[in-house]
């Protein structure tokens, strides 16, 4: 059956893989799927159509005969699980790898979309000036944590995973903010994510359609 996944037809980044499609499309790639995109528009988000995938009109969503998904972090964990190459066969090593899944998204991700709010949303407030170092310190603080953690291994839990897929995602929206500059392990952390055959893919693909006409 043929999978299909949305995408905005002109990301707000561009194209520089920060739209939570990227995940999806890593996770397809690493496991070597086909797949098709179908493009939606900032005005037809909120069509019925759209509404029926994805009940707050966002994306991604997938599609893969009468399975309708949506949520990246839910299609990534479906994706691995149904197919080999983003988690181990160990069942330990797949709970582990799920939790930095859920830690990724949950815990990681919440102060990192904080600031885009504060800086972008929020930045002509009268307090956004005080708000946004607090913001910034919250972000260190678990910068610092998973830091720790990672210490000088290549990925979270020996090998690459779709815990690490989530994580590099997640820290790939802290570049343009200079935050992510300041962890030197974290930086190379994102970095050899990025430099994955897969994520090269994925994001090549991503910014073809923001590079159209």
């Keep these: 059956?043929?999978?299909v996944i949305t995408a905005w037809d002109r990301s707000p980044d561009g194209g520089m893989g920060l739209a939570r499609d990227t995940r999806v499309r890593w996770a397809l790639e690493e496991v070597g799927r086909p797949y098709e995109v179908r493009l939606v528009s900032l005005q037809s988000k909120q069509q019925p159509e759209h509404l029926r995938l994805?009940?707050?009109?966002?994306i991604p969503t997938y599609e893969e005969g009468e399975l309708a998904?949506?949520?990246s972090g839910a299609i990534v964990l479906y994706i691995a699980e149904h197919h080999a190459g983003l988690f181990s066969d160990d069942a330990h090593a797949r709970a582990r790898a799920i939790s930095w899944m859920f830690a990724a998204v949950n815990t990681v991700e919440p102060p990192i979309l904080e600031l885009v709010t504060a800086k972008f949303s929020e930045g002509d407030k009268p307090w956004a000036a005080e708000r946004l170092p607090?913001?910034?310190?919250?972000?260190?603080?678990?910068?610092?944590?998973?830091?720790a953690r990672l210490g000088d291994a290549d990925w979270l839990d020996d090998v690459f995973s779709a815990g690490d897929l989530m994580m590099v995602s997640v820290l790939l929206r802290l570049r343009p903010s200079g935050l992510l500059d300041e962890f030197p392990t974290l930086a190379a952390y994102v970095a050899r994510g990025e430099a994955r055959p897969a994520y090269k893919?994925?994001?090549?693909?991503?910014?073809?359609?923001?590079?159209r006409p």
């Design 1 to 3: 059956m043929t999978i």
């Design 69 to 71: 998904l949506f949520e």
């Design 134 to 147: 607090l913001v910034k310190d919250r972000i260190r603080d678990r910068m610092i944590q998973l830091s």
């Design 201 to 211: 893919r994925a994001f090549a693909a991503q910014l073809a359609i923001n590079q």
């Design 54 to 58: 994805h009940p707050f009109g966002l």
